[in-house]
């Protein structure tokens, strides 16, 4: 499996050579072997890129993130074919069963509590009991909206009483970013297999691209919050940056095996996608990531 993640964020221009991506800069060049790269972020908006390297890059389905001028997320390149039978792929997608949707999205949103519990267990704050007593009252499809409940106290336990997710902070500013990366992840990983992303089970924005990248993510966002309350609320750079990136390469347990987790998103991803299409909750593979 391809592991490595690629920031660029100097002036350069990158080709193809060899199956290599060539980094070329005033003061010299890098070669990087295209089968070790999972995603490359493209930070500096000085940098220029040929067309037959974004070719190569999504046959080896390579996620490709632009930032912009502030060197922040904001666009990505997605393949339009992901897999051989993309078509019948999109048919089961369709076709998928309420029941069955409402079922995956109740286990999304009970293991994005149960990570949640487990980041203020960490911290030692007294409001996981009170997470711990939503899990338990989480409902087929979350109709009661335990999620929502859970993610206020959860937020204010962690960063303070005052703190709102459309404030203007470090905090925030931080938080995105880290969803932005994880978000190009699933994205990548569900175009592999075939499925498209706007077709979602738990969110259904008419102006999200990534409906299905967002329910799929959701137990994965405790992750980027507990590496965000580690770095401190006080600044966000580029080293801040760099240690939302490396969250990709955390150790996470999956069937008893240790992998990477961009690895294990991958199978992860499969796992969801296959209980969907096969009407069978059971495929669903259990992740346990290092906080």
Request: with cysteine.
């Amino acid at each position: 499996m391809s592991w490595r993640t690629v920031v660029i964020s100097k002036r350069a221009k990158l080709d193809l050579k060899n199956n290599f991506m060539v980094v070329r800069r005033n003061e010299g060049f890098q070669k990087i072997y295209l089968g070790e790269m999972s995603v490359l972020i493209i930070e500096s908006t000085a940098v220029s890129l040929t067309a037959s390297l974004l070719v190569e890059l999504m046959k080896r389905k390579v996620k490709v993130v632009f930032c912009d001028e502030k060197r922040n997320p904001s666009a990505e390149l997605v393949g339009y074919y992901g897999s051989h039978d993309t078509t019948e792929k999109i048919r089961r997608q369709i076709n998928w069963t309420d029941e069955t949707k409402a079922l995956v999205w109740t286990e999304i949103v009970r293991e994005k509590i149960r990570q949640q519990r487990e980041v203020l267990l960490r911290h030692g704050l007294s409001e996981a009991q009170l997470l711990e007593k939503y899990l338990d009252a989480v409902e087929l499809n979350d109709v009661t909206n335990r999620e929502g409940h859970a993610a206020r106290v959860y937020f204010r336990a962690l960063f303070g009483s005052d703190f709102s997710r459309g404030s203007d902070d470090c905090v925030n500013a931080a938080l995105n970013y880290g969803y932005s990366i994880l978000l190009s992840a699933f994205n990548r990983d569900i175009v592999a297999n075939g499925y498209i992303t706007q077709l979602g089970i738990g969110h259904s924005n008419m102006f999200n691209p990534f409906n299905l990248s967002s329910d799929l993510m959701e137990p994965f966002r405790p992750l980027v919050d507990n590496k965000v309350v580690q770095m401190g609320h006080t600044s966000f750079g580029s080293d801040e940056k760099m240690e939302l990136v490396n969250l990709l390469n955390v150790n996470t347990e999956l069937d008893g095996k240790v992998y990477v987790l961009n690895n294990a998103l991958s199978i992860y991803v499969k796992s969801v996608l296959d209980a969907l299409s096969e009407n069978d909750l059971s495929l669903i593979k259990r992740c346990r990531y290092e906080l």
